[in-house]
């Protein structure tokens, strides 16, 4: 008789040095089943897919595969049995071609003749079937957004013979024409039989294509359950261990003065033409498509990349400027969207990381840094945002995820900023942190703060901002007044659809 279970993992413990990060932690897949894993920041969800895809050792515990009992001690013995992993943070090279990482296997393979036409052709293949022909096989992956390169990623893993797929927050980096695009994906791997273990933050998506929900806590297993067993109130008590009724706090700023002024700005195809203002106190959402050129246009303005024409207000003041050093130092904050490249440098420590952008606010006046206060106002802000973490002193690549994300918005809660762009301030962080992030927007715009926020979450945009702009194709396309936003006008807007016409 076929075994029940493709993957069972029972009575994991891991532990990182003094941290239990796993304990007695156990996980059941059928095959063509979809599994979530959930839980907050910390819970231990990518530590426990590391280990069944062999990137980490585990302390305790063992793993039956199709019934029979693996030691998975390595990445490679992993992939031999048909585990394939996506993880939160990609795994690519960024200089190597599309085509060159989807199958890096083979070419790291010596003795093997390579045939480049065949291999552009068997990429361009993939990408087609997955229905993402738009993606150039032979461009490099660097070149690429932060959601086409976790495109490449799936597609290199399925390029496998994969039987169990693990997907470690696949959609935070994506949006909804692209989520659409991944769900019929996984759909048409469900029907093959393939074992789908999917986590995410995002509730919505799991109620949608889960049909098993595990819930971690703490590094302990608290739930299995069927998605039908459950709604999303219940699930979110399981995972917090709260009522979550609350999820955008009310917020009393008075909006003032404009803060900063872009008119007419221009850099290729991705900027053209934008026009926006917002002012002391108003929290400004920028909504659209990924690739729609809004990352690209705060870089702009931030002073990482070089206009071609147009003005940048600030302040009152006409401002150019040619580093984001110089942006920060008027009071200029920029959160990025690719964490793991610019927002935080990973083999720092949470400290430094923390008040790296703020460091007049600890310096005495000698020009010596109090190590006292640098150390109470790191404390403060990630205590205020519930963030997870051993000692400040340890490297930030010690963190989840979310955690990290935290530690990169923390930065720009402690330094005295005018006006902050935001890029996806809530990406891979959970429900009860995501309230935290909210009730720290609010605070700043009390306090006079100007904030543009980019994000691919509807719910947000529509739940936190005074306005919101659309962008699509380098172009502002439309604006809407926190009284006219919904769901229906932005997806219309982003997808070139005109809101007019019914
Ligand atoms: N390489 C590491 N060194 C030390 N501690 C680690 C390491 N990786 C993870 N941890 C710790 O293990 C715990 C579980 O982390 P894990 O990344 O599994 O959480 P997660 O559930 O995936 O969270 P998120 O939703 O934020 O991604 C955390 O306390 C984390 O700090
Ligand atoms: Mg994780």
Redesign the pocket.
Known sequence: MANEYRVEMKNIV?R??G?L??NDVSLRVRPGEVHALV??????????M?ILSGAFPRDEGTIFIDGKEEKISSPREAKDLGVATIY?EFMLAPHLTVAENIFIDRLSDKNRFINWKDLNRKAEEILKQLGFEEINARATVESLSVAYQQVVEICKNLTRNARILVL??PTAVLTFSEIEKLFLLIEKLKKDGVSIIY?S?RLEEIFQICDRITV?KD?TFVKEVGTEEMDKNQLVNLMVGRDMSTLFPPREAKIGETVLEVKNLNRGKQVQNVSFAVRAGEVLGISGLVGAGRTETMRLIFGADRKESGEIVFMGESVNFKSPKQAVRRGLGLLPEDRKQQGVLLEQSIRINTTLSSLKKIIRLLGVISEKKDKELTKDVLEQLAT???SME?HT?????????KVALAKWLVADCKCIILDEPTR???VGAKVEIYKNINDLAEQGVAIVMISSEMTEIIGMCDRALIMRQGKIVGELDKSELGEDKLIRYSMGVNVHEE
Do not use: M, P
């Not at 839980?39 to 426990?48: D, H, I, M, R």
């Not at 690549?397 to 994300?405: K, Y």
């Open positions: 891991k990182f040095g941290v990060a796993l839980g907050e920041n910390g819970a231990g969800k990518s530590t426990l590391k939160q470690d927050e986590i933050h971690l590094g997870k973490y051993n340890d690549s010690s963190l989840s995820g979310g955690n990290q994300q891979g962080v959970d």
